[in-house]
């Protein structure tokens, strides 16, 4: 398997501008998870799915994020309208769930700048 | 709710060094326990994990216990190496299958 596959790698926008990050999930895991990394906050949990319905989305900071798993392989992180605020580096990663024996698998990350 | 805490870095260390990283949780229930390592601009990867009380994650080199009683797994590594310089996370997997992370602490190695 590839992995989990994030795109695109880098993403450069203008402020007020809507942006749309992709992910592919390890094929056959059930659960999947968006972060965030800031130098400042760290690894910060934005939104997590299981069997493709959002479980828990307190990490998302305002309502200018969402997120959507229309299906198994394929995920979104939507920002509109972006600020220079939400510039950071956003993973995702994937998850084969057996009780709490779990591994996530993480993608390369998308590297956001909003100027 | 659940939480990871751990050590705050930066950590510089010379080669052959001892290393800990101390990392502490607070969870419901049994969780599972990890610690992920980030290289430079690359995503995490798992380095250890440890599923129930006592149980000892190894690999590479590195080592962890989970210890129930002291809600504890502290990373350790007996002698390191310049190649260890990365970021390392600790991180739980609680009941609901979320996975929480710790703030990260950054390890550098001198030769």
């Known amino acids: 398997d590839a992995g989990v596959i994030q795109s695109p790698r880098h993403e450069v926008t203008e402020m007020g501008q809507e942006v749309t990050l992709r992910c592919k999930p390890i094929?056959?895991?059930?659960?999947l998870f968006w972060y965030r990394q800031t130098m400042m906050r760290g690894l910060e949990l934005l939104i997590y799915?299981?069997?493709?319905?959002?479980?828990?989305d307190s990490g998302m900071p305002e309502d200018r994020f969402s997120a959507k798993m229309p299906n198994a392989s394929f995920s979104t992180l939507k920002i509109q309208p972006s600020e220079p605020r939400d510039s950071a580096v956003y993973f995702c990663?994937?998850?084969?769930?057996?009780?709490?024996?779990?591994?996530?698998?993480f993608g390369q990350g998308t590297r956001l700048t909003v100027v | 709710g659940d939480s990871v805490t751990q050590m705050e870095g930066p950590v510089t260390l010379s080669e052959e060094a001892f290393l800990t990283i101390n990392c502490t949780y607070t969870?419901?229930?049994?969780?599972?326990l990890f610690w992920y390592v980030q290289y430079p601009g690359e995503g995490l990867q798992l380095l250890l994990k440890?599923?129930?009380?006592?149980d000892k994650g190894s690999n590479k080199g590195f080592e962890a216990t989970y210890r129930k009683e002291t809600t504890s797994f502290h990373l350790e590594k007996g002698s390191v190496q310049v190649s260890d310089s990365a970021v390392y996370f600790c991180?739980?997997?609680?009941?609901?299958?979320?996975?929480?992370f710790g703030s990260g602490t950054r390890l550098s190695i001198r030769p």
């Open positions: 990663a994937s998850s084969l769930v057996h009780g709490v024996d779990t591994e996530a698998f």
């Open positions: 094929s056959g895991h059930n659960s």
């Open positions: 799915f299981n069997n493709n319905v959002p479980i828990d």
């Open positions: 969870a419901t229930g049994y969780p599972s």
């Open positions: 440890a599923t129930k009380a006592d």
């Open positions: 991180a739980l997997a609680s009941s609901a299958s979320k996975i929480i």
